[in-house]
């Protein structure tokens, strides 16, 4: 009975020295998220590209090898933001974040009305005035209703090998996120 005692009040014990541990360091990473690392890249409604090694920002990279990624941070609170590229590489996909990490909407080429990239993120308020008169320019757009203010826009490029770089290079060089 000593015994089970002693291993119940050794695992409390355990646990609670993990948890002050945990709570001391949440600090530091809290600093290190994507969202911090990205305010301190770029400015909001401009793309910044993300590197394809760990080393360069200390973890924030392309995930994938034969992908390129780029990334703009957006507010939407005063108007909504419009991720366009006229470029058409062999594939891409583009994800809306918001302020936590979490996906709101996915899209790519193959699901994109003529295959290039023109995706609107607005606010519940600005779909409706969208709604009520839709811009010509907007016409082939894809319109995402978001319902946080902040968020990320992250896009992905196909590149197969180190040859398809001028074509990866073109489409993030001419790639815009731009508030409409």
């Not at 974040?97 to 600005?126: E, F, K």
């Not at 779909?127 to 811009?135: A, E, F, Q, S, V």
């Not at 757009?141 to 490029?157: L, P, T, W």
Request: charged share 20%.
């Amino acid at each position: 009975m000593l015994r089970l005692v002693y291993v119940i009040l050794s695992g409390l014990i355990g646990a609670a020295i993990v948890h002050i541990a945990i709570l001391l360091l949440l600090p530091a990473y809290a600093e290190r998220d994507a969202w911090s690392r990205l305010e301190q890249a770029g400015a909001p409604n401009s793309f910044v590209r993300l590197p394809e090694t760990a080393s360069a920002t200390r973890g924030a990279r392309a995930p994938d090898p034969f992908m390129a990624a780029g990334a703009c941070r957006f507010d939407i609170s005063e108007s909504g933001v419009r991720v366009l590229a006229p470029e058409k590489p062999l594939f891409w996909s583009v994800s809306v974040y918001n302020r936590w990490g979490h996906n709101i909407y996915s899209l790519n080429d193959r699901t994109a009305s003529n295959g290039l990239l023109d995706l609107v993120v607005v606010s519940p308020d600005q779909m409706i005035d969208l709604r009520k008169d839709l811009p010509e320019n907007l016409e082939g757009a894809v319109i995402v209703e978001v319902e946080e203010d902040i968020g990320i826009v992250v896009v992905r490029v196909f590149r197969p090998d180190a040859s398809f770089a001028p074509l990866v290079d073109g489409f993030f060089d001419t790639a815009r996120c731009e508030p409409i």
